[in-house]
């Protein structure tokens, strides 16, 4: 098996990158800056520098199923994984998908995505 290079474990979205308390998610729904945009509604508050970005997902039982629930939250991972890093300063977001996320591929949400960080100026210049 083949080693990994250093650029492809530091894009790694570990568990202490991820949003999982309830009070997390009511947190930045009532303090934090908000935009929907396409498959997605995103929810953020900007952190210190300093520290990382954390990415906390919510699909609804309206979107379908367990396994269209369950893409969907992973094509929103993918998205902040592999584009974290290009984001001006470290923030917490709740990426929530919306019901045409189920229609969309991974190209699609990523568009979405890298559209609402342009959108809300959290992306590098």
Same mark, same amino acid.
């Given at each position: 098996? =083949?080693?990994?290079? =250093? ?40 952190? =210190?520098?300093?520290?990382? =970005? ?24 993918e998205s902040f994984r592999l584009h974290?890093?290009e984001l001006s300063q470290p923030v ?14 991974f190209a699609g949400v990523e568009k ?14």
């Amino acid at each position: 098996m =083949p080693a990994q290079s =250093p650029a492809a474990s530091r894009q790694r979205l570990g568990r202490d990158s991820r949003l999982g308390q309830n009070r997390d998610f009511m947190r930045m729904r009532q303090q934090g800056e908000r935009l929907a945009l396409g498959c997605l509604i995103a929810n953020w508050h900007r952190l =210190p520098d300093g520290t990382s =970005p954390k990415l906390g997902v919510v699909t609804s039982k309206r979107i379908g199923n367990a396994v269209a629930r369950s893409r969907a939250r992973r094509l929103l991972r993918e998205s902040f994984r592999l584009h974290q890093h290009e984001l001006s300063q470290p923030v917490e977001l709740v990426l929530v998908a919306r019901n045409s996320i189920a229609g969309c591929d991974f190209a699609g949400v990523e568009k979405d995505f890298l559209a609402v960080l342009r959108r809300a100026s959290l992306l590098k210049d």
